[in-house]
C-alpha cells in the first residue's frame, strides 16, 4: 500500500490529546451568563481557523441550549445550523464498549479472556498474538496493536470504503507496538475488532446492536452507524472541511466503512448529550459493568490527571471534579462529548479536520467552558 503524506489521512482517531487539554490551562470566564462564555469561546474557535463551531449543553434540570458560531457553509456563508447531523468519529468507541458491556452482563463474553477464544485465528503474525491479547485492553487501548489508521490513504479510501478484516489486515501488517498490557497507545484497530466481536456474538451487525441496545431505547433518533456506501450526511448538517494548499476542501461525502465501528457513527450534540449522561448517571450499564468500564490507567499525554477507562476517559475540569467522555476527529469533522455525573452534559463540534494550530486547545477549552461557566 502506498504510504500516506502527511495531511492526507482519514483521522478516525479519538481525539485523545485534544480532550485531555481542557487541563492546560483554565478559560477565562468574564462575568456573565453561561450562554456568553461558551459563546465566547467559540468565537475564539472561529478566529483560530475553524469554519464553524457549535457548542451544545444539557443541564441536571435535562434543559437543553446551544450557540454556534461561524459558517456551515463557506461557499453560501450560511450558518451552522440548529441540530446539526455530523460525522461523530470515536464517540462511536464509548457506543461499541457499552454494547460489549452489555455482553459482559449477559455472559456471553469475559473482559479478561483472551480474545482469540472468540475470534480464533483472527489477531496473529508479525508478532501479534490473539491468545494473549483480552477484551478488556482491546476495550482500553493496551493491546498493542499497530493503529492501522496510520496507513490509510485519503485517495484511495475515502469512495472506496472497507470491511473490518481488511482494516484489521492493515494493522497486523505490522508488528505490535508493545507487548499486551506493557502500556497504553490509542489504536482504532483495537475497536474494529471489538466491533467483529459484537457481530461474532450476536449474529447481528454492530449498526443493529447500537441501534437496538442504545439509540432506540433513548430516545436517540439522529445516531446510527452508517453501512458501506452511505456516503453522505441527513440534514440538517454542515459541510465538513480539510485543510488544503489551495484552502479548505469539502470532505462532507465519504465512506464511513474505513472507520466502522472505531468511529463510523453519526449523530447530534443533543443526542450524544443524552447518551453520556444516562451512561454516566448508571442507567444504561448494570453497576458492575459501569464499574468495569470507569477502571481508568493514566493516559500518557503529557497532562497531568488524565485517565482512559473501558472506551470512555476521565478528564480534571478547571473549575474541579471531572468529567467522563470521549473525543473524535474524523476527515471534516471533529468534536469533543461527555458527561458530570448527575451534572451537566456537553458537546462541542467545528466542521474542520484536521484543526488549525490552535484549534485543538480552543476545542477542550470551549468544551471545559460549556462545564463550568456559571
Known amino acids: 500500500m502506498r504510504k500516506s503524506l502527511p495531511g492526507k489521512k482519514i483521522i478516525a482517531v479519538g481525539s485523545l490529546v485534544a480532550l ?43 434543559r437543553t441550549w446551544s450557540e454556534r458560531e461561524g459558517v456551515g457553509n463557506v461557499k453560501t456563508k450560511a450558518p451552522f445550523p440548529h441540530g ?9 468507541k464509548t457506543f461499541v464498549a457499552v454494547v460489549v458491556l452489555q455482553l459482559v452482563a449477559e ?14 485465528g483472527l489477531v496473529r503474525g ?9 477484551v478488556r485492553q482491546l476495550l482500553q487501548h493496551t493491546s498493542g496493536l499497530y493503529n492501522y489508521v496510520r496507513d490509510l490513504d485519503i485517495d484511495e479510501w475515502r469512495h472506496r470504503g472497507a470491511e473490518p478484516e481488511e482494516l484489521v489486515a492493515i494493522g497486523l501488517a505490522h ?15 483495537n475497536y474494529v475488532i471489538a466491533g467483529m466481536l459484537i457481530e461474532k456474538l450476536t449474529s447481528r451487525s454492530v449498526a443493529t446492536e447500537i441501534r437496538n441496545r442504545i439509540a432506540r ?13 452511505d456516503e453522505s450526511l441527513p440534514s440538517p448538517h454542515p459541510r465538513g472541511y480539510a485543510p488544503h494548499e489551495t484552502g479548505l476542501v469539502d470532505f462532507t461525502d465519504l465512506d464511513p466503512s474505513a472507520a466502522g465501528a472505531s468511529g463510523g457513527l453519526v449523530s447530534t450534540g443533543e443526542d450524544l448529550n443524552r447518551f453520556f449522561g444516562t451512561l454516566i448517571d448508571g442507567r444504561l450499564l ?21 485517565e482512559y477507562g473501558l472506551g470512555i476517559a476521565s ?42 494550530d490552535k484549534a485543538s486547545d480552543d476545542l477542550a477549552k470551549a468544551l471545559d467552558t460549556g462545564f463550568c461557566a456559571r
Not at 30 to 58: C, I, M, N, R
Not at 175 to 189: L, M, R, V
Not at 217 to 229: A, E, F, I
Request: contains cysteine.
Open 20 to 62: 485531555l487539554a481542557a487541563t492546560t490551562a483554565a478559560p477565562a470566564l468574564a462575568a456573565g451568563k453561561p450562554h456568553d462564555e461558551v459563546d465566547k469561546a467559540l468565537k475564539t474557535l472561529v478566529q483560530d481557523g475553524v469554519p464553524g463551531a457549535q457548542a451544545t449543553v444539557t443541564n441536571p434540570s435535562g
Open 84 to 92: 446539526s447531523k455530523f460525522r461523530a468519529a470515536s464517540v462511536t
Open 107 to 120: 455472559g456471553k463474553v469475559r473482559l479478561d479472556t483472551p480474545i482469540d477464544r472468540y475470534l480464533p
Open 126 to 134: 508479525n508478532g501479534n498474538d490473539g491468545t494473549k491479547i483480552t
Open 175 to 189: 508488528p505490535p507496538d508493545f507487548e499486551p498490557g506493557a502500556k497504553w497507545a490509542y489504536s482504532n484497530t
Open 217 to 229: 431505547p433513548l430516545g436517540l433518533r439522529d445516531t446510527y452507524l452508517p453501512q458501506r456506501g
Open 286 to 306: 448494570p453497576r458492575p459493568q459501569l464499574a468495569e468500564m470507569q477502571r481508568t490507567v493514566p493516559a500518557p499525554v503529557g497532562l497531568p490527571g488524565a
Open 315 to 356: 478528564v480534571p475540569l478547571s473549575c474541579g471534579g471531572e468529567f467522563w467522555g470521549h473525543g473524535g476527529n474524523i476527515r471534516g469533522f471533529a468534536n469533543l462529548s461527555g458527561a458530570v455525573p448527575h451534572g451537566r452534559r456537553v458537546n462541542v463540534v467545528v466542521n474542520q479536520d484536521p484543526l488549525p
